[in-house]
């Protein structure tokens, strides 16, 4: 008996002691996590997440600026539930001080006097972006991401509806309670990150940059090739047919260029590419653009998918972006980006670099390649082809 509860205790002082001290219904962890500072969350400075001192049990109050505009980028961190949401939940190590990582700011932090803090992020984020696209989107529910494509780096990202995540840390139980039974009860669903998670879209038109992609790739089309064009294109083992969203046949004689083909819009040319692909085809050239990644940024990221085993009706379906495709508004975005960066995909990231008690650098991020998902030429193309659709095609509105 005596060696078994030795064993035991053991085994909960050192090797279950981490897991056992990070879960969220420690109360213990929890109060003791308000002993220290919270970090930062900034944008070029400026702070959008901090702690301030307080006089209650709690010594320190989280307050957001700018609330709503960065409520799925900050989240919340709640006494009640815990950090949830965004960058609050993905880097609670760091913010709250814990992580492994910062042993060495703690020790000279000790060693200088300064007092215990976690470890302030300064984001990726560019407000203007981040305000222009939320204004844009407005009362729409759905998502927006901008990125740099030469970096990875993401300059806005919105998704609507958002939340006010102040009352979930008010310290006041009965309020947080309230705050958060109303925002799970919201059938609008406001704590969805749409932009990285939740059901994900159906990608529609936009996906025929990967099928337009796949075929420039394969050789055996480029932007000026002729391909069936049809008002109506015949699907093999089904009555029923692929029409296209406008009346009539893209081009004369039923044929149209690959390049008129993406200006209009074309669903029976890239629904007979679709077919001549292969699925295969065009589930190895998503794959090149990041769809099935399992992406951290550093909040987890849905991976974006394209079915496997389709029939030649549902290839024709998925090469326009139909059928069982999946996206987040965030691969969309790394899918134009790689024709902007010469068919290169960067891996995306939100948080530029940590920061220790002091505000001296602890890391930064590297930008840093994905893949490659086609050839600089190829890129070229699809880039005077993604220009005719804004200059002259569905896009011209834009």
Same mark, same amino acid.
């Given at each position: *008996?005596?060696?078994?509860?030795?064993?035991?205790?053991?085994?909960?002082? &050192? &090797?279950?002691?981490?897991? +056992?001290?990070?879960?969220?219904?420690?109360?213990?962890?929890?109060?003791?996590?308000?002993?220290?500072?919270?970090?930062?969350? +900034? *944008?070029?400075?400026?702070?959008?997440?901090?702690?301030?001192?307080?006089?209650?049990?709690?010594?320190?109050?989280?307050?957001?600026?700018?609330?709503?505009?960065?409520?799925?980028?900050?989240?919340?961190?709640?006494?009640?539930?815990?950090?949830?949401?965004?960058?609050?939940?993905?880097?609670?190590?760091?913010?709250?001080?814990?992580?492994?990582?910062?042993?060495?700011?703690?020790?000279?932090?000790?060693?200088?006097?300064?007092?215990?803090?976690?470890?302030?992020?300064?984001?990726?984020?560019?407000?203007?972006?981040?305000?222009?696209?939320?204004?844009?989107?407005?009362?729409?529910?759905?998502?927006?991401?901008?990125?740099?494509?030469?970096?990875?780096?993401?300059?806005?990202?919105?998704?609507?509806?958002? &939340?006010?995540?102040?009352?979930?840390?008010?310290?006041?139980?009965?309020?947080?309670?309230?705050?958060?039974?109303?925002?799970?009860?919201?059938?609008?669903?406001?704590?969805?990150?749409?932009?990285?998670?939740?059901?994900?879209?159906?990608?529609?038109?936009? &996906?025929?940059?990967?099928?337009?992609?796949?075929?420039?790739?394969?050789?055996?089309?480029?932007?000026?090739?002729?391909?069936?064009?049809?008002?109506?294109?015949? *699907?093999?083992?089904?009555?029923?047919?692929?029409?296209?969203?406008?009346?009539?046949?893209?081009?004369?004689?039923?044929?149209?260029?690959?390049?008129?083909?993406?200006?209009?819009?074309?669903?029976?040319?890239?629904?007979?590419?679709?077919?001549? *692909?292969?699925?295969?085809?065009?589930?190895?050239?998503?794959?090149?653009?990041?769809?099935?990644?399992?992406?951290?940024? #550093?909040?987890?990221?849905? #991976?974006?998918?394209? #079915?496997?085993?389709?029939? #030649?009706?549902?290839?024709?379906?998925?090469?326009?972006?139909?059928?069982?495709?999946?996206?987040?508004?965030?691969?969309?975005?790394?899918?134009?980006?790689?024709?902007?960066?010469?068919?290169?995909?960067?891996?995306?990231?939100?948080?530029?670099?940590?920061?220790?008690?002091? +505000?001296?650098?602890?890391?930064?991020?590297?930008?840093?390649?994905?893949?490659?998902?086609?050839?600089?030429?190829?890129?070229?193309? +699809?880039?005077?082809?993604?220009?005719?659709?804004?200059?002259?095609?569905?896009?011209?509105?834009?």
């Amino acid at each position: *008996l005596f060696c078994s509860l030795l064993i035991s205790s053991t085994s909960i002082m &050192f &090797f279950q002691a981490k897991a +056992l001290g990070d879960r969220s219904d420690n109360r213990r962890s929890v109060l003791a996590s308000y002993d220290r500072e919270r970090g930062q969350i +900034l *944008l070029g400075g400026r702070a959008i997440a901090s702690s301030s001192p307080t006089q209650d049990d709690l010594q320190w109050q989280r307050t957001y600026s700018d609330p709503r505009l960065y409520s799925h980028v900050t989240g919340w961190n709640s006494f009640t539930y815990g950090p949830g949401g965004g960058v609050e939940y993905a880097a609670d190590g760091l913010l709250s001080g814990r992580d492994d990582k910062l042993f060495y700011d703690r020790l000279t932090g000790t060693i200088a006097g300064r007092e215990p803090k976690g470890a302030s992020l300064e984001l990726t984020i560019n407000p203007k972006v981040q305000k222009a696209a939320s204004q844009a989107l407005g009362d729409q529910r759905g998502a927006v991401v901008a990125m740099d494509p030469r970096t990875g780096e993401i300059l806005a990202m919105v998704s609507h509806p958002d &939340f006010d995540p102040t009352p979930l840390v008010s310290h006041n139980t009965s309020t947080e309670k309230k705050a958060w039974e109303e925002l799970n009860s919201d059938p609008s669903r406001p704590l969805v990150n749409r932009a990285i998670s939740g059901n994900l879209y159906p990608p529609g038109s936009v &996906f025929k940059i990967v099928t337009a992609a796949a075929a420039i790739e394969d050789g055996q089309w480029s932007k000026d090739s002729e391909i069936p064009g049809p008002a109506e294109l015949d *699907l093999p083992q089904t009555t029923t047919n692929l029409p296209n969203s406008h009346a009539g046949a893209c081009g004369p004689n039923d044929m149209v260029t690959l390049a008129v083909a993406m200006q209009d819009s074309c669903n029976t040319a890239f629904g007979w590419l679709g077919m001549e *692909l292969g699925g295969d085809a065009m589930r190895e050239q998503a794959d090149k653009f990041g769809f099935g990644e399992d992406l951290d940024i #550093p909040m987890s990221v849905t #991976p974006s998918t394209v #079915p496997a085993e389709l029939s #030649p009706p549902q290839e024709a379906q998925v090469g326009i972006g139909q059928y069982d495709v999946r996206v987040t508004p965030l691969q969309v975005a790394m899918v134009t980006s790689a024709v902007a960066n010469d068919g290169v995909v960067m891996r995306p990231y939100l948080v530029q670099s940590v920061l220790g008690s002091d +505000l001296s650098t602890i890391s930064e991020t590297k930008p840093q390649q994905l893949s490659e998902a086609m050839q600089p030429e190829t890129a070229d193309q +699809l880039t005077g082809m993604m220009q005719l659709v804004v200059d002259q095609g569905t896009g011209k509105q834009a």
